[in-house]
């Protein structure tokens, strides 16, 4: 009887008890074996914000809005969009400020543009006989040589259906685009850009 009573008052032993796998409550992972069919949520992979790779260049290059501000005649407009447009093509997509595209509407135009160069790395001057004529382009000729004269690479003047010798005197220190060969010298301009923009890198 004692005994019997013993083995009532006794404590019962601890049992490890083995996780059941075969239970419902387990989550399992799908391995790369999975058999389990991809669905497209399973196969998105989220976008890296520019700002955040370095592959491209580093984040000093993000601190400005744009790669390219583009100085130009408003007659040469049609031109410079094809411009425009190559430099934010793919794979390269440079952030290029068109001033009748981008400007802020009601902001002051002299405000705008110098805003615009300040938040750019480069700038082209699309230098025609418009170009030439017109003393809006004569000051943004100006206002970027102004804004980093002693960089170089940061000017970078595209001549487009101009000889040598019509080359602004203002310029005659530093190398032009030529813009009467092949490609206009768009793909010249891309890369002196991206020659520029590794500085950042």
Not at 100 to 112: F, H, K, T, W, Y
Not at 190 to 197: C, E, I, P
Request: glycine content about 6%; charged content about 25%.
């Amino acid at each position: 009887m004692a005994g019997w009573f013993r083995q009532i008052l006794r404590k019962p032993k601890k049992r490890h008890v083995r996780p059941d796998t075969n239970t419902k409550d387990v989550l399992e992972l799908p391995s790369q074996s999975s058999s389990l069919p991809e669905t497209e949520e399973s196969t998105k992979v989220p976008t890296p914000n520019p700002a955040d790779t370095e592959s491209t260049s580093s984040s000093s290059r993000w601190c400005k809005t744009y790669d390219v501000c583009v100085c130009h005649s408003e007659q040469d407009l049609i031109a410079v969009q094809e411009l425009v447009s190559y430099l934010e093509g793919e794979p390269d997509r440079l952030r290029c400020f068109l001033q009748l595209r981008d400007a802020a509407p009601g902001g002051a135009i002299v405000s705008e543009l110098c805003q615009a160069m300040g938040n750019s790395h480069c700038c082209v001057l699309f230098i025609t006989p418009h170009f030439l004529q017109d003393p809006w382009c004569k000051y943004q000729m100006l206002q970027a040589l102004s804004e980093a004269p002693a960089s170089e690479g940061h000017t970078i003047p595209l001549l487009f259906g101009l000889a040598r010798r019509d080359y602004p005197p203002e310029l005659r220190f530093m190398f032009y685009v030529d813009g009467n060969g092949f490609d206009n010298g768009f793909g010249k301009v891309k890369t002196t850009v991206w020659r520029y923009l590794q500085k950042f890198s």
